[in-house]
């Protein structure tokens, strides 16, 4: 009606893709240039997964993902980044171990820290970058065209020139001394090793960390109306436009599931002056009506690597039952101030039959969707 | 300004006219991918903010939709009004603890911000029909895909 669509919404985007899995998935050699597994590896630093399924499924493979799977864990400490290069430290987990770190704050208007693969980044507004002596290169903040200009300094603390007493390193001791010397929150997740309460002498027990457990927390969602989940067969015949409309559809979907809300039960009597929202091709359905789904949710600090885990721990354990799908629903922690990544969905269908229309026998892999979101303004939790 | 109508990208490596000629071998797995970036909704969360003083009820979807209908014909008149919006969920913090009531509702695309601006500038009555104390919304989150903003930001991770 009014036609005037703001900057944060024109920079939004959601990539779909649609895509057969291979039918046999080694885990040391998962295909990591597809999506879906892609774009589980992109993401690394994550604060929340839901995974939806039907009840009965979940209740047959609950106990094998028990066992497989373990919870994740971190730790949330409060240091200045100066505690990151203090000898023990640093070698321990930056230059031979490997761990995920990020510190509070908004990007776009406060200091941001994170650290990945040993390399880390520093994003800060003009003045205090100016006052750090660090290089770094102009990074897009969202801001008014005269605002602020802000900066991002990437420092790879594995180079081999990154060694105390070294003359790069010392200037980043420099500016974590002088400049940089605010203490903050940071989440801490040791790729490696296990963060149990028993190994008392790591270098993270000096600074006093809050070791955390994500206890996973089921959520029944009852009398669901599930909209039809297509075969690879009809997807394929669908126009370009009525594909884009489906996968749409199907992700705001999930998404309803998620939040609960009362507009995907097959109990909902809502009048249409308050909403006309309706479960996509809900008139396609022949099979039940509604049925029960659950959900599962982990909220923590969450690895890529875990995340990688629990799908392919999903995929193996649903695969026997050959209706069985299930959703999984990502969403990214530190999230960049401009087109910042929001998180993902990923949907695998159920095990197509083995016999197409050719008659001969098809390669078996189950479909999926994936949706890779981005840009979206959430200010509050 | 610019056109926001048509500019989906379509990129397809189907192998259409390979499957007519051969039967064997199967062709590889196909992969379509597609990005979107003029859906047909925008999604808003809105928290109610009660002026101080005032203790209203609890939220529930029809003194929502009054307050929202308030907003929008106050902004924009009767045209204000006329805009479709869809309530998807309710939410009430229990009054023991923190009290809080959200709605997260979906409007079409072209009318968010025009929504978003009526509700930012509206503050209610307490003379509307439903007999409102004087309440204000705040957007909390605001996006085209909704499955971008449920789990939030993630913030509240780093508060012991």
Known sequence: ??????????????????????????????????????????????????????????????????????????????????????????????????????????????????????????????????????????????????????????????????????????????????????????????????????????????????????????????????????????LEKMSEGDLQEYCGALSEWIAMVQMASPRVSGEDDVDPYLS?????????????AASDLMSLKWHGLISSRWIMQLFLNLLQSTKASNLSWFALSVAALGKEAVEGRDGFMVMVLPEQSQVNREGTTGPGGRMTLCWELMGASVTEP | MTDTHGDMEIEANIPLTEAAKRKAPEPKPKTLHFTSRNPPWTYLKLKIIPQPGNAPQPLDPLSARTYLS???????????????????KIENGSPSTTKYDVVWIRVPREDASAVVSAVSSWIGGGNNSAGSADVAWRVCAKGNFLGALIAGSGADLFVP
């Open chain 1, 1 to 234: 009606m009014f036609e005037e669509v703001d900057d944060a919404s024109r920079r939004e985007k959601c990539f779909t893709t649609v895509a057969q899995l291979p039918a046999f998935i080694d885990p040391k050699q998962i295909p990591g240039k597809r999506p879906p597994f892609s774009t589980i590896q992109n993401h690394a630093f994550v604060h929340s997964a839901e995974v939806i399924l039907p009840k009965e499924l979940y209740l047959q493979i609950k106990p094998s993902l028990e066992t497989k799977l373990e919870k994740p864990r971190y730790a949330r400490v409060f240091m200045a980044p100066l505690a990151l290069l203090e000898h023990d430290f640093f070698n321990t987990y930056i230059k031979s171990g490997n761990i995920l770190m990020i510190s509070e704050g908004r990007s776009g208007s406060d200091n941001v820290f994170t650290l990945q693969d040993g390399v880390l980044r520093i994003e800060l507004g003009k003045e205090i970058y100016e006052r750090t002596g660090l290089t770094g290169k102009p990074f897009r903040s969202g801001g008014r065209k005269h605002a602020n200009e802000r900066f991002l300094v990437e420092l790879n603390l594995r180079l081999p020139s990154m060694l105390h007493g070294k003359k790069g390193f010392e200037r980043i001791i420099w500016a974590f001394t002088n400049v940089l010397t605010q203490s903050m929150a940071w989440l801490f997740h040791d790729l490696e090793g296990n963060l149990g309460p028993d190994d008392g002498n790591k270098p993270i027990n000096k600074v006093q960390p809050q070791l955390i457990t994500c206890e996973s927390q089921e959520i029944d969602h009852g009398q669901i109306i599930i909209p039809p989940l297509y075969e690879n067969g009809v």
């Open chain 1, 276 to 288: 006309r929202y309706a479960v996509p091709d809900a008139d396609e359905i022949q099979a039940p």
């Open chain 2, 70 to 88: 308030s907003a929008l014909s106050q902004f924009l008149g009767l045209t204000g009004t006329a805009i479709p919006i869809d309530i998807l």
